[in-house]
């Protein structure tokens, strides 16, 4: 009769002795380059009461890591030159001094880039994670949670997008922006999408985009594409981008239309030299609601988000769309692939 004996849980005794991080050694100007980051070590922290151990299983690679390598305000505090990088992951709680987090616990959490790290459970977003059978585990840091729930927010909390709309997402090859435009197109809306350059286009047509857009033509052509594209006027805009993009498609909303502003891409290399925005008028032409927002600020919603996610993929009605990094070590160079525009869907780095 083989053994039913259930394998003993990890101890801080079958730990390693220390830990790795990737720390910020210089802040970057405009896009980051390797030498902005250092590989470096430091002893495995004992944990006091009430904290968990977490060893990182996928880690998050997210443009809005950018702003927090800045020495200059945001919603986060910036991240200190030889700390840490801050970031999303994914992890398995492998130490635990609190009785609701057991060892073995799956958990999301606004982490480090370090592949194990404390947490106490107020941590930012910390949510458990039961993965369903035949799902992999990095689906449950993209469209299955973070990038998933963000995209629902913006496009129903915050969107407020209605079948028979039209909603226009910029980034639409991008992590959030794929799957905002499979969700759109779950919920009956005619969906065009924004993406850089032809080859990004032609994925988001076939993940259901009514109209796909090359942006990096020229701006009167570009113009020109989406008045074809929606020639009535656009009711929601998922805006990923910010910059001239936001500029042109104020004009193009109909009355009453929304505006989710979740991320500013363009101007994320170079903050200090944004763009000004010259169409604001429109919000008043027009009587647009634009909207700003993160995706914890609507923590009342994020239950009835995640079962939406997981019956349309159980449907195959979303399909994730990832680029895998593996090992520790490449969460830098991933982070740096993303920021030249160099990738498609949801990065992640398993661990």
Known sequence: MPDQTPPAAPTAAALPATVRHIVLRRRPVGVPTPDCFALVETPMPVLDDGQMLVRMRVGSVDPAIRGFLDDRPSYLPPVAIDAPVTGMSLGEVVASRHADWPVGTLVRV???????????????????????????????????????LTAWVGLVAVGQARPGDTVLVSAAAGATGSTVVQLAR???????????GADKAA???????????????????????????????????????????????????????????????????????????????????????????????????LAEAQAMLDDLHGR??????????????????????????QTTGKTLVEI
């Open 203 to 301: 994925l988001v047509q076939r993940l259901g985009a009514d109209a796909a857009i090359d942006h990096r033509v020229a701006p009167d052509a570009l113009a020109t594409a989406l008045d074809a594209a929606a020639p009535q006027g656009i009711d929601v805009y998922f805006d990923n981008v910010g910059g001239p993009l936001l500029d042109l498609v104020l004009p193009r909303m109909r009355e009453g239309g929304r505006i989710a502003l979740c991320g500013m891409i363009a101007q994320y290399n170079d903050a200090d030299h944004p763009h000004g925005v010259t169409q604001l008028w429109q919000l008043v032409v027009k009587r647009l609601t634009l909207r700003g927002f993160l995706t914890y600020d609507h923590a009342d919603r």
């Open 110 to 148: 606004l982490g480090t880039w370090s592949d194990h790290y404390v947490i106490t459970p107020d941590a930012l977003g910390l949510e458990r994670v039961t993965p369903q059978p035949g799902v992999p585990l990095r689906a449950y840091m993209g469209a299955l949670g973070p990038v998933g």
């Open 316 to 341: 195959g009605q979303l399909v994730p769309l990832e680029n895998v990094h593996r090992g520790f070590e490449s969460l830098p160079g991933a982070f740096i692939a993303l920021m030249q525009g």
């Open 186 to 196: 779950a919920m009956g809306c005619r969906v065009v999408g924004l993406a850089g």
